[in-house]
């Protein structure tokens, strides 16, 4: 990366093209929670182990499955999670993203979108809660570029801010 070039975003985001990626991935890793549950209670079941009423199975499955949602979330950040670093560049921006170099022309965006949610009991917070989330979305002629992430990043106002200033410009 060139030494000279302004950073306007730089952290640890879940970068997508699409932002139905997290939701299907999230599905797909609680179905594959239910099915081990369900392969376990099989494998309880042929092993004649006597449980004691319906009340503890339920409550047993309903543990497993508030479980599996949180650990399919945890999992969803370990396996998506990524260094993004968004720098000016001539007549646009240059996004890094882990090593991929993506270089988008001012004129070729059409919008941004800049989120900053802030948890409850959060805000004035540099750290930010567990709830606080950013949210980055750049709309292009031909792709769009989702980044998200748990906690705030400033930044994503910058980015919003510098391509809002180009897209004036254009116009």
Do not use: C, P, W
Request: zero cysteines.
């Amino acid at each position: 990366m060139d030494k000279k070039a302004k950073v306007l975003m730089k952290g640890k985001f879940n970068y997508s093209s699409s932002k139905f990626k997290k939701m299907l991935v999230r599905i797909f890793l609680v179905l594959t929670f239910i099915f081990v549950f369900l392969f376990g209670i099989e494998i309880i079941n042929s092993a004649s182990i006597n449980l004691d009423g319906e009340v503890l199975l339920i409550l047993f499955g309903t543990i497993y499955f508030v479980g599996a949602i949180y650990l399919s979330e945890i999992i969803y950040e370990k396996l998506f999670l990524k260094e993004v670093v968004i720098t000016k560049y001539t007549n646009g921006i240059k996004i890094l993203i882990d090593n991929d170099e993506i270089i988008i022309q001012m004129n070729k965006i059409r919008r941004v979108k800049a989120e900053l949610s802030y948890g409850v009991g959060s805000r004035g917070s540099s750290k930010g809660s567990s709830r606080s989330s950013t949210k980055l979305v750049i709309y292009t002629n031909t792709e769009v570029f989702h980044f998200t992430t748990l906690g705030i990043n400033e930044g994503v106002k910058k980015v919003e801010s510098y391509i809002n200033k180009g897209i004036e410009i254009n116009t």
